[in-house]
């Protein structure tokens, strides 16, 4: 129906064009790196698919790595399936996506679905002819791919390299180019998981939508940016870095109290393994614990608890995190500092 032949080899001298509208495979260079050993030694097992053009040429629809690889290794003919001159670009598509030989990654679904907007196909036509091979047949799925279809590249590639998934790769949304540039630069020199990444951009996005601004001006003003490219810190210490700046500018006044009770923790003198501990959120308790291993142990804790240092700045702890506690000024909330309303948690276990 769609080929004049089934199989044929054909002169790569003979391959004229190569026509890249059809072409939606990721670029993954440890897989092209293991085709072309398969290819060297195996020769090229799945054909590829040409069309006929200006008489005695051809032009690729599919194959395109295939082809790359016998050019490399000196191959002078290659198998094809050559289609028939007189398709339309729907009846080629059809084509490609049959002899399509694995599963399609998100990213491929996404530039297939941007092929078929650009060949005019509707996205009604989209789930009835093309849903099954694209595994996309309700309507309300279909339109999150052809929101994903609008993307750069570069944005396209990263969601491809780091697997991230429909859900994630929807984060990027209303970004401008700039924008998703700049975060997938981000991305790519702290080589970022998708969920950092897209944790690191719900930040952006709240920061900019509470200041009025956009992601691209909060990038600039934290010089995050900078912090990726700072030789002088490890991976681990300038992702940790960025998180706290983009806290401190998403919470400035959890971020205070927080850094408040931690000054305070630090000034505590206990003698024993009494710990103070508490929710960063000031949504949870406050914990004061020890161990008793020994009856000496009873004494010991004892004297740490009454130590008058010790007891101020304990009582100074709590006061901080209970007024923090009820006023969350960075969530808009209008808490309320009536001990009765059951805000203020603080606990002491042992």
């Known amino acids: 129906m769609y080929f004049k032949t089934k199989l044929k080899k054909i002169p790569l001298s003979l391959v004229k064009q190569e026509n890249t509208f059809f072409r939606f495979t990721d670029e993954n260079p440890c897989y092209f790196n293991f085709l072309k050993s398969s290819i060297a030694k ?23 790595r295939r082809l790359q690889i016998a050019k490399e290794l ?9 289609l028939r ?16 030989p694995h599963p399609l990654s998100l990213t491929e679904k996404v530039r297939i679905v941007r092929i078929m907007k650009d060949l005019g196909i509707s996205p009604s036509q989209i789930c009835t002819r093309f849903g099954s091979f694209l595994e996309i047949q309700s309507p309300h799925l279909l339109e999150k791919y052809i929101r994903l279809s ?3 590249p570069s944005v396209l590639s990263y969601i491809s390299t780091h697997g991230l998934s429909l859900n994630q790769a929807l984060a990027f949304e209303n970004l401008s180019s700039e924008e998703q540039n700049l975060l997938i630069s981000l991305g790519t020199c702290l080589s970022l998981k998708g969920y950092d990444l897209c944790n690191i951009l719900t930040d952006l996005k709240e920061i900019a939508t509470k200041e009025e601004k956009n992601v691209a001006a ?14 002088k810190l490890t991976r681990s210490q300038k992702i940790d870095k960025i998180k706290k700046i983009l806290k401190m500018k998403r919470y400035p006044y959890l971020s205070r109290v927080n850094q408040k009770l931690g000054e305070l923790k630090k000034r505590l003198r206990f ?4 710990k103070i501990n508490w929710d960063p959120n000031l949504e949870g308790e406050v914990k004061l614990s020890f161990n008793i291993r020994h009856p000496d142990d009873v004494g010991k804790v004892v004297e740490d608890l009454l130590d008058k240092v010790n007891l101020d700045l304990i009582s100074q702890f709590l006061r901080v995190y209970y007024e923090g506690l009820p006023d969350k000024k960075d969530m808009g909330g209008q808490g309320s500092k009536n001990p009765s309303s059951g805000k203020a948690n603080n606990s002491q276990s042992g």
């Open 150 to 152: 609008n993307y750069t």
């Open 271 to 274: 003698k024993t393994d009494l």
């Open 218 to 231: 909060i990038l600039k003003e934290t010089e995050i940016l900078n912090v990726s490219k700072d030789v």
């Open 42 to 64: 195996l020769g090229i097992l799945n054909p590829i698919m040409v069309q006929p053009f200006e008489k005695k040429y051809y032009r690729v629809i599919s194959g395109f």
């Open 85 to 100: 001159e007189n398709l339309s670009p729907s009846e080629i598509l059809t084509a490609v996506l049959l002899s399509h």
């Open 74 to 82: 000196g191959f002078t003919f290659i198998p094809a399936r050559i």
